[in-house]
T-cell receptor, first 116, second 116 residues
Framework: SQTIHQWPATLVQPVGSPLSLECTVE??????LYWYRQAAGRGLQLLFY??????ISSEVPQNLSASRPQDRQFILSSKKLLLSDSGFYLC???????????????FGNGTRLTVT | AQKITQTQPGMFVQEKEAVTLDCTYD???????LFWYKQPSSGEMIFLIYQGSYDQQNATEGRYSLNFQKARKSANLVISASQLGDSAMYFCAMRSFTGANSKLTFGKGITLSVRP
């Protein structure tokens, strides 16, 4: 069965510090991978998605970047955090495009980031 | 562009009663899928139910069912026999079947509180 791991669960970082959040998927090949951010009490905003190694698409211009160095690894980074980067970050995967349109997104448990 | 609208600010339901959570959507794509997720206070996103735009029947999954009205572009979630554990945020989401990725566009969510 497929599983998704996301870490750390919580993170408190000072303004201007770097960020690295990691997400890995097991039990599937060539998944589509996603990073979402959720502000407190709000909906999910898609930040990045990837349909393959090295293929990253950005949905919203911002202080963050993403990379996919391996098929089932997705990393969210920042060189210098801003206060506005605080939020709940969720990684998700789904089957490759065209495999199954009714395949839901499967989410990790999320990382709660507080920038101080 | 796709848009999901969830306007109910917060819903309350008595335990064991049924409740309907509203979702309307807007898309110009002829083929699409609609998803509902539950997010308890722990933050995890739990997939509940899926409805395809060409499905002839409304989707059902246990106590969850979808009241899908394609002409009205609505996909309301019905939870029967509410339980205290149903208290959570509920998100409606849409995926277009065209395009190179399978991203989901989410609504802002609805908070459901179940009273004992």
């Amino acid at each position: 069965s497929q599983t998704i791991h996301q870490w750390p669960a919580t993170l408190v970082q000072p303004v201007g510090s770097p960020l690295s959040l990691e997400c890995t998927v097991e039990g599937t090949s060539n998944p589509n991978l996603y990073w979402y951010r959720q502000a407190a009490g709000r909906g999910l905003q898609l930040l990045f998605y990837s349909v393959g190694i090295g293929q990253i698409s950005s949905e919203v211009p911002q202080n963050l970047s993403a990379s996919r160095p391996q098929d089932r690894q997705f990393i969210l980074s920042s060189k210098k955090l801003l206060l506005s980067d605080s939020g709940f970050y969720l990684c998700a995967w789904t089957l490759p495009t065209g495999s199954s349109y009714n395949s839901p997104l499967h989410f990790g448990n999320g990382t709660r980031l507080t920038v101080t | 562009a796709q848009k999901i609208t969830q306007t109910q600010p917060g819903m309350f339901v008595q335990e064991k009663e049924a409740v309907t959570l509203d979702c309307t959507y807007d898309t110009s794509d002829p083929s699409y899928g609609l998803f509902w997720y539950k997010q308890p206070s722990s933050g995890e996103m739990i997939f509940l139910i899926y409805q395809g735009s060409y499905d002839q029947q409304n989707a059902t999954e246990g106590r969850y069912s979808l009241n899908f009205q394609k002409a009205r572009k609505s996909a309301n979630l019905v939870i029967s026999a509410s339980q205290l554990g149903d208290s959570a945020m509920y998100f409606c989401a849409m995926r277009s079947f065209t395009g190179a990725n399978s991203k989901l566009t989410f609504g802002k969510g609805i908070t459901l509180s179940v009273r004992p």
